[in-house]
């Protein structure tokens, strides 16, 4: 499989549908290769020369999900504050809940989110808020098929301590209600990236033609009024059907240097140079990186950095999937 970031052009409007997606993701596994870069194609996975140049090796399996309420992991992110605990939620259809998991896939306890709802949970992120060295959650109620909300709300909660958690479900308290509007119309999206080092959340649309919108939620974010975002930026994934095309997660690593950003089959990494804006950043070239894919991983709508950024980890929706690690050559 090869990636590529091209020159930006005019995007449309996106109105994928889930089940119309789904189904093209299925037709698509077998889709051309596309290049890496205008003059240079890196094949994922085809050969020692090719897998020697990537940043982070291939994918391993370090557990399976074992948590039965677990069926479609859609948001996954690494606890910084909590050694080993992984934090994961459902898609849509879900209550307002989040899982902590161990490293090794096993449920460690249930939160509830007390007071809100829960219409397409898509991604979630770890990162600064109203107190200063505090970590907290966000979930990122964003998803929008149909392209028809007229706002996305993103939850804000502080990191709970799960140290003696059992798992029986707890209340989460203070949760803050983060609205966000777009500045022309509706989209889809399903990446949601908070930015260590300015507080700032991003929001990334999902386009099955390739090309998807970079929406910015300046620091602080409002929990009072709503917040209308700044499109800041553009990225293109290139390749055949929405496997390929349509952007599911990403994630900006706990120091800000690194960010990932994955379709179902590719994903792309930026290095961050010291004094560059996230924005500034993915205007740059990036470099491929590697996920594991269909079929293995049928539907991959979860990447997360480790503490360090020294690894990252994938998730697919589905019963006990596998989580796959990548490490850092």
């Known amino acids: 499989m090869q990636m590529a970031m091209a020159a930006t052009r005019r995007l449309g409007r996106p109105h994928p549908l889930r089940v119309f997606l789904v189904g093209l993701v299925a037709l698509s596994n077998f889709a051309a ?10 094949p994922i996975g085809g050969g020692d020369t090719a897998e020697a140049a990537l940043p982070f090796s291939a994918g391993v399996v370090v557990a399976t999900v074992v948590g039965g309420a677990i069926t479609e992991a859609s948001g996954l ?4 504050k909590n050694a080993g605990v992984l934090w994961v939620h459902n898609d849509s259809g879900e209550k307002p809940r989040i899982f902590a998991i ?24 770890i990162g600064r ?3 200063l060295g505090v970590d907290y959650l966000y979930v990122a109620d964003i998803g929008d098929n149909l392209a028809t909300r007229s706002s996305v709300v993103v939850f804000r909660v502080r990191e709970p301590d799960t140290t003696g958690a059992s798992g029986e479900i707890d209340l ?24 260590p080092l300015t507080g700032d959340l991003f929001l990334i649309t999902r386009d099955v033609g390739g090309e998807s919108r970079v929406f910015r939620a300046p620091f602080p974010q409002s929990a009072s009024a709503p917040t209308t975002l700044e ?13 390929d095309l349509a952007v599911t997660a990403g994630d900006i690593g706990a120091f800000g240097k690194l ?7 590719q994903a792309l990494l930026w290095e961050r140079a010291r004094g560059e804006s996230v924005a500034e950043a993915l ?3 990036p470099v491929p990186t590697p996920v594991v894919g269909s079929p293995t991983e049928p539907q991959g709508e979860a990447i997360a950095f480790g503490p360090e950024a020294k690894s990252y980890f994938t998730l697919s929706e589905g019963i006990e999937q596998p989580l796959h690690r990548f490490d850092r050559r």
């Open 33 to 42: 290769p596309a290049p890496s870069r205008a003059d240079e194609a890196v």
């Open 77 to 80: 992110a690494v606890s910084r």
């Open 102 to 125: 161990g490293m090794d896939g096993k449920l460690i306890a249930t939160y509830r989110l007390p007071g809100v709802s829960a219409e397409d949970y898509e991604d979630m992120a």
């Open 129 to 131: 808020g109203p107190r």
């Open 172 to 195: 989460l308290d203070g949760v803050a209600a983060l609205e966000l509007r777009y500045p022309d119309h509706p989209y889809d999206a399903q990446t949601l990236m908070a930015d």
């Open 231 to 243: 499109q800041v930026a553009r990225i293109n994934f290139s390749g055949t059907g929405p496997s």
């Open 259 to 265: 960010i990932v950003v994955r379709t179902y089959n």
């Open 283 to 285: 205007a740059g070239v």
